[in-house]
């Protein structure tokens, strides 16, 4: 709470031009990524470095062991880069749900300031300011799979599912179908990956997010007993929090963010496989510097991709104009030569 009275009170409580950029940060492989995450945004937006937290979950019942970031070097060089770390509580989720992070974090960040959230696998390719978010219309990342719910032989299908859903939180169904495509194809129904979600108010958004997945998770609809909610419950969760506040598909232009400002790179291997060459390029950049590579020559998918060169080999193996069109197909070859690591 002291961390986000301060952060508030650094800006005289005043509505901010550019928004508050949020990761979660806790150890083991998310503390690497942001360091990755934190260079690139850093190089992309050199004057925003005030408004760069990472929210970091404190220890408490629902974690094993302490999910702090314990690298002492590590930790200073975030901050030295000019990530301000947040600590937040985990009530609901902790270590058996660690997806819920995001969904708790929320409370960390300064009330009624806009904020824009990523997860820490991401790179940051060009300045935010190119983005013209508007934040009374939020949004998530349309780039995904089919990969929740799953459909059984002989049902329920995706208008029972999804509908139950709409009904539960009192919302309208109908408004949020894209019916450019057919009844039950999963496309025609709202469904986000988590990878990036903005809007006005972190703590309007983060309450809402926090009762919706809660109430699926506890009591999921009649429609939803077969389904499973691990790992998926964040974007089960996630478009009906967009719709209900006003958001939906496409309320930036396509191809900014997990485009050409942004890229959700998710595992390295998949980096090198189908991301731009201007992914790499910056990736290959913010991790030159000998006090970053020092840090993630710690972390084996760091070491071996980008120093010991084998996500070139990786990058080799495919045509970016002709990618196999399932994510799973592109994993399973990169499996093959034992080259998938995360």
């Known amino acids: 709470m002291a961390s986000r009275q301060a952060a508030a009170g650094a800006r005289g409580g005043?509505?901010?031009?550019?928004?508050?950029?949020?990761?979660?940060?806790?150890?083991?492989?998310?503390?690497?990524?942001?360091?990755?995450?934190?260079?690139?945004?850093?190089?992309?937006?050199?004057?925003?470095?005030?408004?760069?937290?990472?929210?970091?979950?404190?220890?408490?019942?629902?974690?094993?062991?302490?999910?702090?970031?314990?690298?002492?070097?590590?930790?200073?060089?975030?901050?030295?880069?000019?990530?301000?770390?947040?600590?937040?509580?985990?009530?609901?989720?902790?270590?058996?749900?660690?997806?819920?992070?995001?969904?708790?974090?929320?409370?960390?960040?300064?009330?009624?300031?806009?904020?824009?959230?990523?997860?820490?696998?991401?790179?940051?390719?060009?300045?935010?300011?190119?983005?013209?978010?508007?934040?009374?219309?939020?949004?998530?990342?349309?780039?995904?799979?089919?990969?929740?719910?799953?459909?059984?032989?002989?049902?329920?299908?995706?208008?029972?599912?999804?509908?139950?859903?709409?009904?539960?939180?009192?919302?309208?169904?109908?408004?949020?179908?894209?019916?450019?495509?057919?009844?039950?194809?999963?496309?025609?129904?709202?469904?986000?990956?988590?990878?990036?979600?903005?809007?006005?108010?972190?703590?309007?958004?983060?309450?809402?997010?926090l009762e919706y997945a809660l109430s699926i998770r506890d009591d999921p609809p009649e429609e939803l007993v077969c389904q499973t909610f691990d790992p998926w419950l964040d974007q089960v969760a996630l478009p009906l929090v967009i719709h209900g506040l006003g958001g939906g598909r496409n309320t930036l232009p396509e191809g900014l963010l997990d485009g050409e400002v942004t890229c959700h790179w998710r595992a390295l291997p998949l980096l090198y496989a189908r991301e731009s060459d201007a992914a790499v390029a910056v990736l290959e950049e913010v991790t030159a510097p000998n006090r970053i590579k020092k840090l993630l020559k710690d972390y084996e998918p760091f070491k071996r991709m980008v120093y010991q060169g084998k996500g070139k080999r990786v990058r080799a193996m495919f045509d970016r104009e002709h990618l196999p069109r399932r994510e799973a197909m592109i994993r399973n070859r990169i499996r093959k030569e034992g080259l998938w690591l995360r």
Not at 51 to 71: C, H, I, K, M, Y
Not at 183 to 193: K, M, S
Request: aromatic content about 16%; hydrophobic content about 40%.
């Open 14 to 209: 005043t509505a901010p031009q550019i928004p508050n950029v949020l990761a979660v940060v806790q150890a083991g492989r998310l503390q690497f990524e942001a360091l990755v995450f934190v260079a690139s945004f850093l190089r992309a937006n050199p004057d925003h470095a005030g408004r760069l937290f990472l929210a970091e979950p404190q220890p408490g019942p629902l974690w094993p062991s302490d999910p702090r970031v314990r690298n002492a070097a590590l930790r200073a060089e975030l901050e030295e880069m000019g990530a301000t770390f947040l600590p937040f509580e985990s009530r609901h989720f902790g270590a058996a749900y660690p997806n819920g992070n995001k969904i708790e974090a929320l409370a960390a960040l300064p009330e009624g300031e806009p904020f824009v959230f990523f997860d820490t696998d991401t790179l940051h390719l060009d300045s935010l300011s190119r983005v013209p978010f508007d934040f009374d219309r939020p949004t998530a990342s349309i780039r995904r799979e089919a990969t929740w719910p799953t459909i059984e032989l002989y049902g329920p299908g995706y208008n029972a599912i999804w509908g139950s859903l709409y009904a539960r939180f009192g919302l309208d169904f109908e408004s949020s179908l894209d019916t450019a495509w057919p009844d039950e194809y999963w496309q025609r129904y709202l469904y986000f990956n988590a990878g990036f979600f903005f809007y006005r108010c972190p703590k309007i958004f983060g309450e809402r997010f």
